[in-house]
């Protein structure tokens, strides 16, 4: 058979299809006759073929099935908890990221260090900001841990965070915010963020 031309396989397999040519056939059945090969090959197939057709009405017990399922090993069953943070991972994400904003905001609303934004025309007294009469400061001011005294004019915002705002005579063209609580701090943290996020966008 190994001498044999692939040609002769190709007719058997046409042949046990049903899709062989009458001249295929002739040739197929000429070379089985002189070629002992072939011919054992060809009956090979032919048994293959029938006992698959044979086959194909054998049908599994019943319950085979449930059996089988039965017998295999039961998958761990997810404690409540993970199984909730598989299916709602995206809110899992914003309850990490608000838990670490939240203490990146705490521990910088913590720090009890005074500190002042940079005006070339404020007075620093110790822990109290002054900006003088007749003076005016172009910009925000942002007194933390200290006092703002306030007795010319300011063309910004005002925010006081862990400290007192005093003014008389005060002008402010902007708003005034005085941060005491935790969570006045966190909100302004919040907001200062979201506007410079949009500030972004404008420019």
Not at 157 to 172: D, F, K, Q, R
Request: include cysteine; charge should be negative.
């Amino acid at each position: 058979m190994s001498t044999c031309p692939q040609y002769i396989v190709d007719y058997m397999h046409e042949y046990l299809d049903g899709d062989i040519s009458r001249e295929h056939e002739q040739q197929l059945k000429k070379h089985l006759q002189e070629c002992t090969d072939c011919r054992q090959h060809m009956h090979e197939l032919s048994d293959t073929i029938a006992f698959v057709k044979s086959a194909a009405h054998i049908t599994a017990p019943p319950h085979f099935e449930d059996k089988v399922m039965k017998r295999l090993p039961k998958g761990k069953n997810r404690v409540g908890i993970q199984k909730w943070f598989r299916r709602h991972p995206i809110i899992v994400a914003a309850a990490v990221f608000f838990l670490f904003m939240s203490a990146t905001m705490l521990s910088n609303y913590s720090n009890e260090e005074f500190s002042v934004t940079k005006q070339p025309n404020l007075i620093v007294d110790g822990q109290t900001v002054i900006v003088p009469e007749g003076e005016v400061v172009k910009g925000d001011i942002i007194v933390k841990n200290g006092d703002l005294v306030i007795e010319g004019e300011v063309d910004g915002n005002v925010i006081v965070i862990n400290g007192e705002y005093m003014a008389s005579t005060a002008v402010v063209t902007g708003e005034i915010e005085e941060i005491d609580q935790v969570f006045e701090w966190i909100w302004y943290e919040t907001k200062a963020m979201v506007n410079n996020f949009m500030d972004l966008f404008e420019e």
